[in-house]
């Protein structure tokens, strides 16, 4: 069964930095593509960030420049460094495993960025 659980979210003021973590489980996490999404309330899911097999990163534009995502393949863990936060990252953030054509969700966890 695979498990996919967001920690790291919280209360930050605007321009503040958090760092969120994604443990998964049950799955060959060093052969998935990891990627964060986010929705915030009254709008749909969007993507944030992923991160390939071999390290390779994608960003939506908004988070360009700001955010981070990485990788421990030891710790079967996938990272989000948010820096500089605005109000408009306010959201939740899920995790997701993606291989052999299947797509995994984690439960999410909550940032709101307070101005």
């Known amino acids: 069964q695979v498990q996919l659980v967001e920690s790291g979210g919280g209360l930050v003021q605007t321009g503040g930095s958090l760092r969120l973590s994604c443990a998964a489980s049950?799955?060959?996490?060093?052969?998935?593509?990891m990627a964060w999404y986010r929705q915030a309330p009254g709008k749909q899911r969007e993507f944030v960030a992923s991160?390939?097999?071999?390290?390779?990163?994608n960003y939506a534009d908004s988070v360009k420049g700001r955010f981070t995502i990485s990788r421990d393949n030891a710790k079967n863990t996938v990272y989000l460094k948010m820096n500089s936060l605005k109000t408009e990252d306010t959201a939740d953030y899920y995790c997701?495993?993606?291989?052999?054509?299947?797509?995994?969700w984690g439960q999410g966890t909550q940032v709101t960025v307070s101005s």
């Open positions: 997701t495993a993606q291989r052999g054509g299947f797509s995994y």
């Open positions: 991160i390939g097999t071999y390290g390779s990163t």
């Open positions: 049950g799955i060959a996490f060093s052969s998935s593509i």
